[in-house]
Every structure is written in structure tokens, then in C-alpha cells.
């Protein structure tokens, strides 16, 4: 037997449980540059136990929907921003935590110009790219030990 997740689209109220969003929406906290570039200031918030942040390049291979969703994943020791290196959407899963286990999964689709950043200890979907080339840059904990943890559903979901 399956669950049905139905996405959502992508909002910083929906997502705030969960992470941040950051996008350019509204008017920039300040221009720079001459006045030829609004900066949105602190968009994420970013959270180490230990370690130090580093950015990686994350090539995801393409997902289509439906999707089935078996497992979720979560980095007890550090957040992790996905920010897209093109103007496509991709898919976020995000479940809430009752006592380390993932309950209640959402689903929500971005949108282009959309980047997140998972709280730390947050359980989430793998990267789930819905258009080629599926390259991220990702700033997330570096540092020694294990920082994954996996959850796999004993009933999978099909996300529509």
C-alpha cells in the first residue's frame, strides 16, 4: 500500500517550520554596487554544531513526478542550503520530528529563482532536480564524524 502526497508551492510560511527560503522577492534590504544590485540580506540561517561551512557542487540526476518517496534524511550536526545553479524548480520534501521519527511529510515544488536552507536536524527528501542539468551548489557542515541519519518509511509515498 502507498500514501498520496500532493505538492504544495514552495512559501517562506510553509517552509519556516523546517528552513528558510531565499529568494529575491520584494524590494532589497539595500542597493550596492553603484546602485546596480539589491543585496536581501541574511536569508538563511546558517547552524553548526561543529566544523565550519563549505560549499560543494551537487549534480542530481533528473526526477520526475510521481515520485515515490521512501525514505527521508536528516544532519543532526548542521544545516544545508540547495541553492539551484539554474532558474529550474525542484522538489522539497520536508517531514516533522515526534520523538526521531519523521511524521507527516509535505511536499512543495519551487519555484524558478528559489534556493532553501534545511535547519539543522530538519528530516527532508533527497535532491530532487526536475530538469537537467540538476546542479546545486550546496553550503552545508564540514567537519569529522558522521553528520546523516535516514528514515525509511515502512509504507512508501507516491508524491504527485
Given at each position: 500500500m502507498t500514501r498520496r502526497l500532493?505538492?504544495?508551492?514552495?512559501?517562506?510560511?510553509?517552509l519556516a517550520p523546517y528552513g528558510d527560503l531565499m529568494?529575491?522577492?520584494g524590494a532589497p534590504d539595500k542597493l550596492i554596487n553603484q546602485g546596480k544590485c539589491g543585496r536581501y540580506h541574511d536569508k538563511a540561517r546558517l547552524?553548526?554544531?561543529d566544523g565550519r561551512a563549505g560549499i560543494s557542487i551537487f549534480k542530481g540526476e533528473k526526477e520526475t513526478l510521481p515520485?515515490?518517496?521512501q525514505m527521508v534524511e536528516r544532519h543532526p550536526d548542521g544545516s544545508q542550503a540547495f541553492v539551484p545553479m539554474?532558474?529550474?524548480?525542484?522538489?522539497?520534501?520536508v517531514a516533522r520530528d515526534e520523538?526521531?521519527?519523521?511524521?507527516?511529510?509535505?511536499a512543495f515544488l519551487t519555484k524558478p529563482g528559489q534556493a532553501?536552507?534545511?535547519?539543522?536536524g530538519t528530516w527532508h527528501g533527497v535532491l530532487a532536480p526536475l530538469s537537467e542539468p540538476g546542479l546545486f551548489a550546496v553550503v552545508d557542515r564540514i567537519g569529522d564524524g558522521p553528520n546523516l541519519e535516514e528514515h525509511w518509511f515502512?509504507?512508501?509515498y507516491i508524491v504527485e
Amino acid at each position: 500500500m502507498t500514501r498520496r502526497l500532493k505538492t504544495e508551492t514552495l512559501t517562506a510560511e510553509a517552509l519556516a517550520p523546517y528552513g528558510d527560503l531565499m529568494d529575491a522577492s520584494g524590494a532589497p534590504d539595500k542597493l550596492i554596487n553603484q546602485g546596480k544590485c539589491g543585496r536581501y540580506h541574511d536569508k538563511a540561517r546558517l547552524d553548526f554544531s561543529d566544523g565550519r561551512a563549505g560549499i560543494s557542487i551537487f549534480k542530481g540526476e533528473k526526477e520526475t513526478l510521481p515520485l515515490t518517496l521512501q525514505m527521508v534524511e536528516r544532519h543532526p550536526d548542521g544545516s544545508q542550503a540547495f541553492v539551484p545553479m539554474s532558474a529550474d524548480p525542484f522538489l522539497v520534501v520536508v517531514a516533522r520530528d515526534e520523538n526521531g521519527v519523521p511524521k507527516d511529510p509535505k511536499a512543495f515544488l519551487t519555484k524558478p529563482g528559489q534556493a532553501i536552507n534545511f535547519h539543522r536536524g530538519t528530516w527532508h527528501g533527497v535532491l530532487a532536480p526536475l530538469s537537467e542539468p540538476g546542479l546545486f551548489a550546496v553550503v552545508d557542515r564540514i567537519g569529522d564524524g558522521p553528520n546523516l541519519e535516514e528514515h525509511w518509511f515502512d509504507t512508501a509515498y507516491i508524491v504527485e
